[in-house]
């Protein structure tokens, strides 16, 4: 059956625990903003480390920003947190609830774990935080995955439906800031289009430019 409840409003602002620098950070913000949600920032200091004190640990075992905390029901994981936000603040138009729309959601979501965690994500981790990254690898990922999108894009103007939905908050982030990871964007005329198109989205919140990018 599917859910016919009316989006929740909520009691008290939500709290974001988040690093500025943070893509998985970043999708979660955006996703409140696009809401029109109420919500506070709380910095991580994850350079310093205290994503691994006791007190952040009690709230994200795994020691990673996002995290969420609305009103006492804490969630980690920047995807679940898209999924909740759209489950319990929207009516349905940016987590579909019929089964074919919300399978093609969680297709996108998969990539955004998948093919943009270990390309365009890892890139930028590299090049920005000097971690140990397999940067060849990570490059290439990044532009067989831009190619793919860019005839997806080109077919249509958002990823997973005929409008915004959670699938374009989750990939938009890492995306935007690829040049950060030296992944070049300009070949990819209906990626960039997709990207001006999310950030005219109403509500639209900006993620940190961290360098200059490639294209400027
Ligand atoms: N699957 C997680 C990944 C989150 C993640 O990788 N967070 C990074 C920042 S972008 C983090 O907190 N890293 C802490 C560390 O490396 O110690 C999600 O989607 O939220």
New binding site residues.
């Given amino acids: 059956m599917q859910q016919t409840n009316p989006p929740a409003v909520p009691a008290r602002p939500l709290v974001l625990y988040r690093?500025p620098l943070?893509?998985?950070?970043h999708r979660a913000e955006l996703m409140l903003g696009l809401l029109g949600l109420p919500y506070r920032l709380v910095d991580v200091d994850?350079r310093g480390g205290e994503?691994?004190s006791e007190a952040f640990l009690r709230l994200n075992p795994f020691?990673?920003?996002?995290v969420l905390d609305d009103d006492g029901v804490v969630l980690?994981?920047?995807?679940a947190i898209l999924v909740y936000l759209a489950t319990r603040y929207d009516d349905g138009r940016w987590l579909p609830r019929d089964p074919v729309g919300a399978a093609g959601v969680q297709r996108w979501l998969s990539v955004a774990?998948g093919e943009i965690a270990f390309g365009p994500a890892a890139a930028r981790l590299g090049v920005l935080f000097g971690r140990p990254v397999p940067m060849e690898d990570a490059v290439a990922r990044a532009q067989r995955l831009f190619t793919l999108m860019e005839s997806v894009l080109a077919a249509g103007a958002f990823l997973a439906a005929d409008h915004a939905t959670i699938a374009d908050v989750a990939a938009y982030s890492y995306i935007a800031r690829a040049e950060e990871g030296n992944v070049p964007l300009a070949p990819y005329p209906a990626l960039n289009a997709w990207l001006r198109r999310v950030e005219a989205l109403p509500g639209f919140v900006p993620m940190l430019v961290s360098k200059p990018s490639l294209a400027a």
């Fill in positions: 690093s943070s893509g998985h950070a994850l994503q691994r020691g990673q920003v996002p980690a994981d920047s995807n774990a």
